[in-house]
């Protein structure tokens, strides 16, 4: 560890955050091998020993430099800029895997996967294209030449359900026409799946059955 901090403090153009956590893992480092204080090596006296002082004559900074960085870790006014990607990582993954857990229960992913094994790669796809537009950060989302905003889009992409993802499959199925931007498509498809999944079927119904719906 000593030696990785040794290597971490003579790096050029090292950031104030860096140097600060740096000099506080060597401080610690420092006091561990002096052991518990005694007469020869407590801070009483400014000519016994020093822990600050030492590394003062180690990295060519004054104790008192070196102390000010200390205390802005203490004060929680700085953060390692590896520590900030880390937690911005951390909770990034931990974010994606909850909604990828999310979306897998609510549109029955694993029964998709069995009754459909025909349409795997698709119903992947949608799985896909469902978590990537539940976590987009952007402000508002295009779907079908149209802008909406984020939180209206996440919030119907988080209510869709088998049934939905069901209905897209056999829009695919049932779509003729030479289709330019797949995804695109079935982006659209998904957003108005719940408005439009009851009007849909109830069409092939009365067209499959019309004497049902002339009954009606």
């Not at 929680?76 to 999310?102: H, M, P, T």
Request: charged share 25%; net charge neutral.
């Amino acid at each position: 560890i000593v030696y990785m901090v040794d290597s971490n403090i003579q790096r050029e153009e090292l950031l104030p955050s860096e140097k600060a956590f740096a000099y506080k893992m060597k401080m610690d480092a420092i006091k561990r091998g002096a052991g518990r204080p005694t007469k020869e090596n407590s801070c009483q006296s400014g000519t016994n020993y020093r822990a600050d002082n030492e590394l003062s004559n180690q990295v060519g900074e004054s104790a008192r430099t070196i102390q000010r960085f200390i205390r802005l870790i203490d004060s929680n006014r700085i953060v390692s800029s590896d520590e900030q990607r880390y937690d911005k990582r951390l909770d990034a993954e931990s974010e994606l895997k909850a909604y990828q857990s999310l979306i897998k229960e609510n549109i029955e992913y694993d029964c998709l996967m069995i009754s459909y094994p025909a349409e795997r790669d698709t119903i992947e796809g949608i799985y896909e294209l469902i978590v990537e537009t539940v976590m987009s950060s952007g402000e508002k989302i295009l779907i079908a030449s149209n802008w909406y905003p984020t939180a209206l889009v996440k919030s119907k992409f988080l209510k869709l359900n088998v049934m939905h993802v069901q209905y897209v499959l056999d829009m695919l199925r049932a779509n003729t026409s030479k289709v330019r931007n797949i995804k695109k498509y079935i982006l659209a498809s998904l957003f108005n799946a719940p408005s439009t999944i009851d009007s849909y079927y109830r069409a092939e119904v009365n067209h499959d059955f019309p004497q049902y719906a002339s009954a009606k």
